[in-house]
């Protein structure tokens, strides 16, 4: 049985999904099984996961046959994951050598931990344009200024994931559904840790802002609003479940520039 099972949701990004995997090939920490699968897919993803499972037996490879979003996705991959830690990564990123070797160990150590994830490098074509930091022990009241862990680098124990059923479905949690699984963790009695320094690499660009729809907006006030409740805090709690209304209503120039802060 593996240590570790890294579950991955992939979709239309078969011109990554190479550089990803090779990320993994090169863990220092080897103990680990890989599960795609693929969303519906309509470029060229399904037949790169495929050649790659010809030659890592490691790989489990299933298929969707309509797309169903990454919620359920991920579902499927935990169904099949046999790990006693369960690992995220995307199709378009890359994991730094020694991620799954310093997740393993932290949790190895930290009984009292459920969750460990770290700070991401942002990349795009010219390179690493912004690095973000961790800051330790995770709060409940961490998660009024927005999802507390950076889901993609994330590793998890696996009866986390099993008392609380996994991801949740359904229209209003897409875009947020990692964030809405923190919420679910936490209210269970889980809890998490975020390392200090990036142990992730995330493929991105300086206008990804742009991209951001009024749907995955609302979606976001949705799940704060539920969460909040989940984790008792205060009723005033709720304005901050606004943010990301107010946030789409800023001009760009302005919002682009905290962003990039």
């Known amino acids: 049985m593996p240590k ?29 099984e890989i599960i795609l699968c693929d969303d519906g897919s309509t470029d060229n993803t399904y037949e790169v996961a495929y050649k790659n499972k010809q030659s890592h037996p490691s790989i489990i490879l299933l298929q969707n046959e309509r797309n169903l979003g990454l919620n359920q996705t991920l579902n499927n991959c935990l169904a099949v994951a046999k790990g006693t830690y369960i690992a995220r990564m995307d199709g378009d990123d890359r994991s730094l050598p020694t991620r799954f070797a310093q997740e393993v160990q932290f949790l190895d ?20 344009f912004r690095s973000g930091k961790g800051r330790g022990e995770v709060k409940p009241l961490d998660f009024v200024k927005g999802s507390p862990f950076c889901h993609a680098p994330c590793m998890v124990r696996r009866e986390a994931y099993m008392k609380v059923g996994g991801y949740s479905v359904g229209r209003r949690l897409l875009r947020a559904e990692d964030y809405h699984l923190w919420f679910k963790m936490y209210a269970a009695g889980f809890k998490g840790y975020n390392m200090t320094e990036p142990i992730y690499e995330m493929r991105d660009d300086r206008d990804a802002y742009k991209r951001r729809t009024w749907q995955g907006r609302f979606n976001n006030f ?21 943010r990301p ?17």
């Open 245 to 261: 209304i107010v946030v789409g209503l800023l001009p760009q120039s302005i919002y682009r520039f905290f962003h990039n802060r």
């Open 109 to 128: 150590e930290h009984p009292e931990y459920a969750i460990v994830s770290g700070p991401m490098n942002y990349f795009d074509e010219k390179g690493i």
């Open 222 to 242: 949705y799940v704060r609003s539920i969460g909040y409740r989940m984790l008792k805090l205060p009723f005033y709690y709720q304005i901050y479940a606004l």
């Open 4 to 32: 570790v099972s890294v579950i991955m949701g992939i979709y239309n990004c078969g011109a990554t999904l190479q550089e990803a995997l090779d990320s993994l090939y090169a863990q220092t920490f080897q103990d680990f």
